[in-house]
Antibody, heavy 120, light 106 residues
Framework: QVQLQESGPGLVKPSETLSLTCNVS????????WSWIRQPPGKGLEWIGN???????NYNPSLKSRVTMSVDTSKKQVSLNLSSVTAADTAVYYC??????????????WGQGTPVIVSS | DIQMTQSPSSLSAFVGDRVTITCRAS??????LNWYQQKPGKAPKFLIH???ILQSGVPSRFSGSGSGTDFTLTISSLQPEDFATYYC????????FGPGTKVGIK
């Protein structure tokens, strides 16, 4: 059973870069796409992007200019960098495994999430 | 982007009730609609993909239907553990989620 565990600083200053990692176990990290999804306090879910071990990625156009995702297969980690953060980036950040094919794509396993507050 | 709406935004029901949640897409998304359940303070749990295919381990009281722009999630007999917020998600284009439907106890 796949297990995902997010980690990173819980507090980031405005204009700085938010950096999170997701440790993957129970599934071959090379075989899947991995995703980051966030949820602002009291609000709904927002997809940030997907990344594959080859480096192939696709990002939400609304965040694309600020997002970088990568996979470190040796460490079994998926990483998220979000630059130039503002208070609007305050959220719980989840990593998830991506399954599916064609236009049917879904997130079948999720980490517990890590809260990030953007504040000076 | 494809916009997703859900109705109602919240509902109250008794244990044993049949509950139906509607999800609507702003354009045709074929069958590329998925459902998740989220309890307070927890990560979302994947329930259904491709409109109607239940994830392994999800109780059969959950079912999904629809196509094109209109979709429904039905819980045939609400159980105490089903009180949660439910989100739909489309994967036809840039992935987007609905705003959620909170199912509460009456």
């Amino acid at each position: 059973q796949v297990q995902l565990q997010e980690s990173g600083p819980g507090l980031v200053k405005p204009s700085e870069t938010l950096s999170l990692t997701c440790n993957v176990s129970g599934a071959p990290i090379r075989s899947y796409y991995w995703s980051w999804i966030r949820q602002p306090p009291g609000k709904g879910l927002e997809w940030i992007g997907n990344v594959y071990s080859s480096g192939s990625s696709n990002y939400n156009p609304s965040l694309k200019s600020r997002v970088t995702m990568s996979v470190d297969t040796s460490k079994k980690q998926v990483s998220l960098n979000l630059s130039s953060v503002t208070a609007a980036d305050t959220a719980v950040y989840y990593c998830a495994r991506v399954l599916g094919f064609g236009v049917v794509v879904y997130f079948d396993s999720w980490g517990q999430g890590t809260p990030v507050i953007v504040s000076s | 982007d494809i916009q997703m709406t859900q109705s109602p935004s919240s509902l109250s029901a008794f244990v044993g009730d049949r509950v139906t949640i509607t999800c609507r897409a702003s354009q045709n998304i074929s069958n590329s609609l998925n459902w998740y359940q989220q309890k307070p303070g927890k990560a979302p749990k994947f329930l259904i993909h491709a409109t109607s295919i239940l994830q392994s381990g999800v109780p059969s009281r959950f079912s999904g239907s629809g196509s094109g722009t209109d979709f429904t999630l039905t819980i045939s007999s609400l159980q105490p553990e089903d009180f949660a917020t439910y989100y739909c998600q489309q994967s036809y284009s840039v992935f987007t989620f609905g705003p959620g439907t909170k199912v509460g106890i009456k």
